[in-house]
C-alpha cells in the first residue's frame, strides 16, 4: 500500500521497521503544513495517510486549515479516495478535527490514553489502514504484554512531575543512562543557561541537551535569548518555516516574555517533550524588543517555565549578561562551554571579566559546570593532555582573580564531520550518532543533579 507518512522528526523512525506491503512514498520529513503544497507538486499515487501528533502545530486553527487541504486534495483527484487516519494523543486536537470525519468518510482519527505512543501503536495503526478497516475512535493499551511496559514507564519518577505540557516521546534512548537519570530526585525541575563566548558552541549544546532530555522523558524548552544572532532557527527549520508565515509565531519570544502564562501558545512545539522560545529572522520591532526584553520580564518567564518543565533551556552568549545580570539569580545553574585550547580558555575568562563585576563573576564560577566543547584529544598545555577536568583546572589556576571556586565538569563533545551535518540535515546529531548521544546524555544528567 502506498502510503505518505506525515511525521516531521519522527519519519525516520518509524520507517526503520517498515511493515511488509506498506510502501512510504515521501523519503523526506513532512509536517501537515507542509503536506498540500508536496501533493501538488509531486503528484504522487497513494492509497492512505497517516498522520502523527509531531506533524502538527499544535495550533489548532492552522492544523484544522491544512487538514482540509490535504483532504479536499484527495478528493478532487481522479485516484480511489485514500484513507487518512490521525494519530494523537492530545486531546484538544481530537475535537478540533473531529466535525471532518461527518465531512470526509475516508477520515478518522485514532486516540491513545497512554502516556506516550508506543511504536507497537504506530504499527498497529499501519496495519489497521493495511486492512482497510475503518480505525476505532478509542486505543487502549494494545496488550497485556504492552500494559506492563506502559505501567512501569508510568512507575518512573518523571511521572511525578506536575503540571508537564507535553510529557512524552515517541524517540527513545538507545543507552543505560535514562536508569541514572531516574535516580535524581522526585519533583526535580532546573532552569539552565548554557553560556560562554560566542562562537563556543553554544547553541548546538543547547539544542542537543534539550533534545536528549525530551528522549529521555523529561519535559524541556530551550529559550534563545541570542536575539542577535538566532541561531536555533538553523537546526529547527520548521520553527523558521512557520514563523516566516505567521508573524504572531516570528515574535515567539517576545510574546512570551510579555505573557509568561501563554507559553503554550507563545512557544513553538517541536515534539511531545520538546518547546521552543526564539525569535524569528523577520522580528525587527525595536519598540517591543526595549518593552519587554529585559531583567524583569526574563524573570517573570522562568519562574513561570521552571513549574511547567522539568529543563528550561537559555541560550545565553556571555556578553547578554550585561543586560541581564539581575537574572542571574534565578538560574540554578550554568553549563559553561569552552574549547580544550589555551586561546579558547582565556578568551572565555577575559569575556567574564569585561561583562560582570567580580560578586556577578563569582557567583557565575559558583554556580557552573563545564562543558568542553570541540574537544581534541590531541590539545595540549605544558605539554599535557588538556583533558576536560585539566580544562576546568587551568581557567580556576589563577589566570583570572574572577575564578578562584573548582568547578566540576559536565563532560565533552568531540567535533567531526557529522556535527556539521545537523544543521543541514535538521536532525540533531543526538537523534543520529549513538556517541554524541552518550556524550550529551551524560552531560544532561550532570546538570540535572545540579552543583554540588
Known sequence: MKTLLIANGIHHLLIENPIKKIDIVNKRLLSLCEAHHFLTEVNPVIEAVLITDEALSQQLGRDKEDMLLLLEWIANSNKPKAQVVV?????????ELHSLSSRYDNFSIITSDLLRISRLQYMQAFELLLDNKHPVQKVHKPDNRSSNVEKEKRRSFLDCFKSKPKPGSVIDATDRLSKDIENISRGISRTVAITGHRGSGLTSTAVNIACEAGKRGLSAVIVDMDVEYRSTNMYFSR????????????????????????????????????????????????????????????????????????????????DLFRTFRESMIHMDMFGLCVSNNLHSILSTLRNVEGVLDQEGASYLNAKSKVIVTKYNDRSRFQREILTPDKVSEVMTSGLSDCFTYEMSVAGSVPYSNDFDSQIESDVPVVNANADYESAYGNILLRLMEGVK
Open 87 to 95: 494519530l494523537t494523543r492530545i486531546e484538544s486536537t481530537r475535537r
Open 239 to 318: 520553527f523558521h518555516e512557520q514563523s516566516q508565515r505567521h508573524e504572531e509565531l516570528s515574535a515567539s519570544l517576545i510574546r512570551s516574555l510579555a505573557r509568561p502564562q501563554d507559553y503554550m501558545t507563545t512557544a513553538f512545539n517541536i515534539s511531545d517533550n520538546l518547546w521552543l522560545i526564539s525569535l524569528g529572522y523577520d522580528f525587527h520591532d525595536k519598540r517591543l524588543m526595549e518593552q519587554f526584553y529585559n531583567n524583569n520580564k526574563l524573570i517573570g518567564l522562568l519562574s513561570v517555565l521552571r513549574t511547567k518543565f522539568n529543563l528550561v533551556i537559555l541560550d545565553m552568549p556571555m
